[in-house]
């Protein structure tokens, strides 16, 4: 069974750092491309980020670019989230998916889901 699962989410202060972890479970990142999106109160799910280990292609969406750094242990089959200067506006569930890796971080490219990890960073 294919499966992602979050972890690591918290409340943090403005200007702190958190980082989120991303266990898969069932494929390995040579089968699909691992991406972080957001989903806050009232709005859309935006991507984040995303990586893929076969095509060497890491994206990032301009909001967090120099800020968020997306890395995958495919040792561990384990892809991470670190995620620094947080603001208020980071305040969101935040989801790992598995899927395709493409400069737009498209959620229709996503073929399994975790159920999110909240980040609430306070000002």
């Known amino acids: 069974e294919i499966q992602v699962v979050e972890s690591g989410g918290g409340l943090v202060q403005a200007g702190g750092s958190l980082r989120l972890s991303c266990a898969a479970s069932?494929?390995?990142?040579?089968?699909?491309?691992i991406a972080w999106f957001r989903q806050a109160p009232g709005k859309e799910r935006e991507g984040v980020s995303c990586?893929?280990?076969?095509?060497?292609?890491?994206y990032y969406a301009d909001s967090v670019k120099g800020r968020f750094t997306i890395a995958s242990d495919n040792a561990k089959n384990m892809v991470y989230l670190q995620m620094n200067s947080l603001k208020p506006e980071d305040t969101a569930s935040y989801y790992c998916?598995?899927?395709?890796?493409?400069?737009?971080?498209?959620?229709?490219?996503?073929?399994?889901w975790g159920k999110g990890t909240l980040v609430t960073v306070s000002s």
């Open positions: 998916a598995a899927g395709q890796c493409n400069a737009w971080i498209g959620i229709a490219d996503m073929d399994y």
């Open positions: 069932g494929f390995t990142f040579d089968d699909f491309a």
């Open positions: 990586t893929s280990s076969s095509t060497g292609n890491t």
